[in-house]
């Protein structure tokens, strides 16, 4: 089956730590995105990748850091640094960026406990 | 800066009417416009993208409509059914996103609940 796949579904991270949400895909897409969605405030875009070993900051990369090593993945670190971390995050791909496509992930949500 | 707004953001119909949901867009330079339906704690599902080029897409009872003009597009969903009950977002891809960054931009969405 072809698709992106999230994990962990949910995810409780203390205050303090860092944690780190999958993301893969075997579309073979070359662009990745990571969307941060708040009650009432849609989907904000975090990090994107256009291509393998390149990525950049979104809206709102503050807290946030990620990698691109390989082209099914990306995975998204939520670092201490982050403020308000409470959140349902989802992953995107396209085959390339802007002008395609795209498919989402089934979500990560992650709460501070 | 784009800026995508959905109107209204939340409707409740009973089932077997048709119904439309709206979008509006404030830069009319896009590549395309997408629809997607989110169910509730899940991620989003393609439903209908718009190249800048096209008028209108179908997919079912589903139709989806762009005027780049106005700024306005539109998903019509005919004979609706308890099963079309989420939310439903819409997204533009911008020829010149503010700051450089790539990506959607989104609207709130519209909350859709079809009563049976």
């Known amino acids: 089956d072809g698709g992106i796949t999230q994990s962990p579904k949910y995810l409780f991270r203390k205050e303090g730590q860092n944690v780190t949400l999958s993301c893969e895909q075997n579309?073979?897409?070359?662009?990745m995105y990571w969307y941060r969605q708040d009650p009432g405030q849609g989907l904000r875009l975090i990090y994107y990748?256009?291509?393998?070993?390149?990525?950049q900051k979104g809206d709102i990369a503050e807290g946030y850091s990620v990698s691109r090593e390989k082209k099914e993945s990306f995975p998204l670190t939520v670092t201490s640094a982050q403020k308000n971390p409470t959140a349902f995050y989802l992953c995107?791909?396209?085959?390339?960026?802007?002008?395609?496509?795209?498919?989402f992930g089934q979500g990560t949500r992650l709460t501070v406990v | 800066k784009q800026e995508v707004t959905q109107i209204p953001a939340a409707l409740s119909v009973p089932e077997g009417e048709n119904l439309v949901l709206n979008c509006s867009f404030t830069?009319?330079?896009?590549?395309?416009l997408q629809w997607f339906r989110q169910d509730p704690g899940k991620g989003l599902t393609s439903l209908l993208l718009?190249?800048?080029?096209?008028r209108e897409q179908t997919s079912g009872r589903l139709n989806a409509s762009l005027d780049k003009s106005s700024g306005r597009s539109t998903l019509y969903i005919a004979a609706s059914q308890p099963g079309d009950s989420a939310t439903y977002l819409c997204?533009?891809?911008?020829?010149?996103?503010?700051?450089?960054?790539?990506?959607?931009?989104f609207g709130k969405g519209t909350h859709l609940i079809i009563q049976p």
């Open positions: 995107a791909s396209s085959i390339h960026s802007r002008n395609t496509e795209a498919f």
């Open positions: 830069d009319s330079a896009i590549y395309n």
């Open positions: 579309l073979n897409h070359d662009a």
């Open positions: 997204a533009s891809s911008d020829k010149y996103s503010g700051g450089g960054a790539d990506g959607l931009t």
């Open positions: 990748s256009q291509i393998v070993n390149d990525f």
């Open positions: 718009i190249q800048s080029s096209q």
